[in-house]
């Protein structure tokens, strides 16, 4: 596939992938994951950062990456600070003209917005990656129309291709911007085989649950907490950082958990955090496609998760995981119960869910991803 793309493009491939930070998030998490791949493929993938915030440290230097920090802002900057994002917009115009790529791809919102036109003005084909079910999509109080409205230009400005990493995330955009969900092509995250496993000498019958992400509300870490004070015997190691983070401290003290909930802060070695573990919990209100998950089900963790959107997508209830109602901790308690009393339950669960992680590799999604570039060029 990659030999007649390049064919195609008259030499070796090159495509940028922009992201407004590179966090130790999900949708972040994938565009790593996809661009190691599509470097192994032989394509020359050049990782654009816009603003300053990079959690991978230097573990991305060996990966024939391209990296480029353009540290164009530190702090979130507010909507009717419109100085501030046109000379973010002038700044990314005038590096992609130098950079001359034939394919960009944008991931997030502001990534679409500041670099999409930009790309298309410096002859790039470009494709966005819708990665969630973003809400603004669907409200119409000011900011929401007013984010609409950015999105809207900004893809018809660039001429933009869009994507979307599961059905729920292609039906919300369909609805929210009354295109055809055919129109929408599904790119699905990946997973990288290196790192993930099962620890084989592990007790099947440990108590260690782990939650992973930002500390947003949407996340519902607040639910876990809930949960284990009916969960005595239990410990919650809670990966990841964010604004929620002294509001859930507070909500475990209060509970009288605090000794059993270890806030691990940003981690770079959560593979080995998974294979420590014995459960993980996914109880967000809304997800696009949890790359989270994914990584648990590829550690040969059982998984508890609420039954919405996205999520259910990737999880079958009684199959590959134990699915709940959003925002009760009584379920949670009796899911997480029957996995660690049945055996035969969680010996199926975390076959299926091993199966399912292989259907995921990121060698498999970056091919999707190629043809997908082949096709752009195509409809020319």
Known sequence: MTTSFSSLA????????????????????????????????????HLIVIGARQEYGAELMDSGIHIHL??????????YRQDLHWAIRRKLTRFFAELSLPVVHLHLFHALVWAGPAARRAGSLTCYTAHGLDPWLKKNDGISLWRRWLFMRAM???????????????RHYAEGLSCPVEAITLLPNGLSAAGWGADPGKNSRGRKVIMAGTLYPLKRVGVGILALRELPDAELWVAGDGPQRSELE???????????????????????????????????????????????????????????????????????SLLVALDQPQQVVAASRRLWQDDALRQQVVAAGLATARRFTSESVAREHLACYASLRLKL
Not at 156 to 170: D, E, F, T, Y
């Open 70 to 79: 353009l540290d164009l802002y530190r702090q979130t900057i507010r909507f």
């Open 10 to 45: 008259g030499a070796k491939l090159r495509v940028g992938m922009v992201l407004p930070d590179l966090r130790r998030a999900g949708a972040e998490s994938a565009v790593v994951n996809l661009s190691r791949s599509l470097v192994q493929l032989g394509v020359e993938v």
């Open 250 to 320: 507070r909500l475990a003290l209060m509970n009288g958990v605090a000794d059993r909930v270890r806030f691990l802060g940003v981690r770079s070695d959560l593979p080995e955090l998974f294979r420590a573990a014995d459960l993980f919990w996914l109880l967000s209100e809304r997800e696009g496609m949890p790359m989270v998950a994914l990584e648990a089900m590829a550690s040969a963790l059982p998984v508890v998760a609420t039954d919405v959107p996205g999520t259910r997508d990737l999880l079958r209830n009684e199959e590959n």
């Open 156 to 170: 018809k400005q660039a001429v933009c291709h869009l994507a979307a990493v599961s059905p729920s995330v292609a």
